[in-house]
């Protein structure tokens, strides 16, 4: 999807200790907005899970608006690119 | 680094230093985010190192022409990270078009640089070409390495802030002790709570889990409020040089000679040819002869020496002017710019540089002799004493943009033509190794003091590291490039970094996430932004409280009305029993009240806390002034860098 670009999603503090159950929660969330478990599994690119929680995913600007408004989601910024020096 | 290491007193066989004492970094691992790592290099050769720590967690992913045999007991892990770059870029990254590999190999050769400064083996009689040769070794050359491939070969490297978010992430889960950041953005840059900055809020949760997290200053100097990498958590190396030279000789046919500087390590001098400069009539008569758009049309260039005026301090202009001299059939170009320390080798063709004075004195000699000639000789490479040093012309300056209650850069390292392994698709590498030259080299430096100071001091947390760098740190007499001046606290915030002075600094001024937490306070983030970041529900006081307090090793006001009071926290980490007398530096028209002045730790006093009283005598919206707050104990001092600034009028701005 051309109108598709990585949105990094902070979703704050670590609900769980165990690792695949954060992704498991990224996923849930994602697949809430975008339909599917499968359009989630497509669309995300990284699930954090040891520093924070939170994912990059692939999506619109709408879609962006909308996870941004669910609850436990911080925030939903787009990707950047930085330059070595 | 053949010389850097020894330059900063960390010479392998002088017994008492920081890397022998820190046992050359042995159990540290040094995790960096850069362009991935050549493997094979001599500099990761893993002789005479022990097993794996048992405590890590990582792996070495495998892709194009990388397999797990790869890894070894220097180089313990390495993963690539390219799905939010390649999402950036709207298509497949083509590593035809653009020499890459799918994989944690470096092909543009910077990973492979940084790596070998912070931690590369012992490689002897490296050098470029004969340049520089000597003992090429990371500063902590027993530690491990761990490679986090987030940035590829495109535009000079570049990187995405959710790949990096995710080499943070799998850092820290990883067990890394150290990370090295040699990247950045630019102006204007994101907030310290803001994902798309990457580093920052990265680096914040590895600084929690007790990671020391090393960033470059960045390369948009000499201009202030250019420091990137701002966070009070970062740790942000400005560069500076080292006291080596490449003096080239420049003999004119009156018989005089010059040494300019040069990276020309041709084997054979050229003896004495014609000397020319383009020099046209018309409007512009300078154009012809400026080396960025150098114009040889009715020059007779071949078999001759070119001379061209720059005021381009960017190495462009010296490439540009060598590429043209050379299509023209030149046999070399002498630049006259602006004096900086950085040269770069021109293909086994001479571009030597010189400054604007003996420039002119070349091209008087040119325009008033009837046939002028000129004889140029190989560079030679010159240590020592006779080379001072330098804040290097192209080292972001402080103060911060984002908070400028917060001095940076840090510490100043090397940074100036450093010469360290290489890819071999580095064009300007020679048998492994390449000069580079950037605050990205200057990190690093500081990367490998830090393993060193795990080493010696495991229990320090990250803001204790830092405090004992910046509190150590050499100061004068040091010069800044660009124009020339004495440097400041914006140059290289405590000085340049003294790795043996930093294992024993006396007094730390700690920090930890509740401090952190009173920053983002102060900075007016919102409470849901905050707590996001510091994983933990957090409320800011109606009160913000005081930036001026934040308990680090500097004080800077950047907008003193009448008076103000700061206070700061000392820890005792030298001998139990310790009596430190403080020595103020005032800033020029300001006064400074300390109370206490004199500080007495026993057995059951480890803390102190102070306060520090700043008066304004300026009438007018102020300059920065600069000054010193040192304890001493009669061995050790301890100096906090204070800048302050009168503001009389708020917010206005007319510098």
């Not at chain 2, 994101?190 to 914040?204: C, K, N, Y």
């Not at chain 2, 080493?455 to 004068?476: C, F, M, N, Y």
């Not at chain 2, 103020?584 to 006064?591: I, L, R, S």
Request: hydrophobic fraction near 40%.
């Amino acid at each position: 999807d051309a109108a598709s670009n990585v949105h990094i999603v902070n979703m704050g503090q670590r609900q769980h200790d165990d690792p695949a159950v954060v992704v498991d929660s990224h996923h849930n969330v994602l697949a809430s907005v975008l339909g599917s478990k499968k359009a989630a599994a497509e669309s995300m690119i990284y699930s954090y899970k040891h520093g924070f929680s939170g994912f990059a995913a692939r999506l619109t600007e709408a879609q962006a608006e909308m996870i941004a408004k669910l609850p436990g989601v911080v925030r939903v910024i787009p990707n950047r690119l930085h330059k070595l020096h | 680094t053949t010389r850097s290491w020894d330059y900063l007193s960390q010479s392998l066989n002088s017994p008492g230093n920081l890397v022998n004492d820190g046992n050359m970094g042995e159990g540290i691992i040094i995790g960096i985010l850069d362009t991935g790592i050549w493997p094979e290099s001599e500099s990761f050769k893993d002789e005479g190192l022990g097993p794996i720590p048992s405590r890590w967690k990582g792996v070495c992913e495998t892709g194009e022409r990388f397999n797990s045999s790869n890894c070894n007991r220097k180089l313990i892990g390495a993963r690539w990270f390219i799905k939010g770059f390649q999402a950036e870029l709207g298509r497949p990254f083509n590593t035809t078009e653009n020499v890459d590999f799918m994989s944690p190999r470096d092909a543009l050769g910077h990973g492979t640089h940084t790596s070998s400064t912070a931690a590369g083996s012992l490689v002897r009689n490296a050098s470029y070409k004969g340049l520089a040769l000597g003992i090429a070794r990371g500063g902590a050359p027993r530690a491990r390495l761990a490679m986090y491939k987030v940035c590829w070969n495109i535009g000079g490297g570049q990187c995405a802030s959710a790949d990096m978010l995710k080499a943070f992430d799998e850092a820290i889960n990883d067990g890394v002790d150290v990370l090295s950041v040699s990247i950045g953005g630019s102006v204007p840059f994101f907030s310290d709570v803001d994902e798309r900055d990457g580093i920052a809020t990265g680096a914040f949760h590895a600084v929690a889990k007790g990671i020391t997290v090393v960033c470059a200053a960045g390369n948009s100097g000499p201009f202030g409020q250019t420091v990137e990498n701002t966070a009070p958590w970062i740790l942000t190396v400005a560069a500076s040089t080292v006291d080596r030279g490449y003096p080239t000789s420049i003999m004119l046919g009156n018989n005089r000679t010059i040494l300019g500087q040069a990276l020309f390590a041709g084997n054979k001098e050229i003896g004495f040819t014609g000397l020319v400069y383009p020099e046209t009539e018309g409007l512009d008569t300078l154009e012809a002869g400026a080396c960025e758009s150098l114009s040889l049309n009715g020059t007779n260039a071949g078999g001759k020496v070119v001379l061209c005026f720059t005021t381009v301090a960017r190495r462009i202009a010296v490439v540009r002017a060598a590429s043209v001299v050379k299509e023209a059939g030149g046999v070399g170009v002498i630049v006259a710019k602006n004096p900086t320390s950085s040269v770069a080798p021109c293909d086994d063709f001479p571009c030597i540089q010189v400054d604007y004075e003996i420039g002119t004195q070349i091209l008087n000699y040119i325009r008033y002799t009837r046939s002028p000639v000129v004889k140029l000789s190989p560079s030679r490479t010159l240590v020592g004493k006779p080379i001072a040093t330098k804040v290097a012309f192209f080292s972001s300056r402080g103060p911060s943009s984002i908070a400028p209650f917060v001095l940076k850069p840090d510490v100043a390292a090397p940074g100036v033509n450093i010469l360290a392994a290489s890819s071999p698709f580095d064009p300007f590498m020679d048998n492994g190794f390449a000069f580079h030259t950037g605050t990205s080299m200057a990190c690093p430096h500081v990367t490998g003091i830090v393993a060193l100071l795990k080493s010696v001091h495991p229990d320090w947390s990250p803001a204790a590291i830092k405090s004992a760098l910046v509190t150590t740190a050499s100061k004068d007499p040091i010069m800044a490039e660009g124009p020339r001046k004495l440097a400041d606290p914006f140059d290289y915030g405590g000085g340049i970094v003294n790795p043996n002075k930093a294992a024993d600094p006396g007094l730390i001024y700690d920090m930890g996430m509740t401090d952190y937490i009173q920053y983002l306070c102060s900075m007016g983030y919102n409470d849901s932004s905050i707590s996001a970041l510091a994983q933990q529900p957090t409320k800011c006081p109606s009160e913000p409280p005081s930036m001026l307090d934040l308990n680090l090793p500097s004080i800077t006001i950047p907008n003193l009305r009448n008076s103000v009071t700061v206070s700061r926290t000392v820890t005792n980490v030298g001998p139990i029993y310790s009596i430190y007398k403080a020595l103020v530096q005032a800033p020029m028209g300001v006064e400074v009240i300390l109370r206490p002045s004199v500080l007495a730790f026993n057995s059951a006093t480890k803390k102190f806390t102070f306060s520090v009283t700043f008066v304004t005598t300026h009438k007018v919206q102020g300059e920065y002034y600069f000054g010193s707050l040192s304890w001493s104990d009669g061995i050790r001092v301890v100096t906090s860098p204070i800048s302050v600034q009168t503001e009389i009028i708020p917010s206005y701005v007319d510098n």
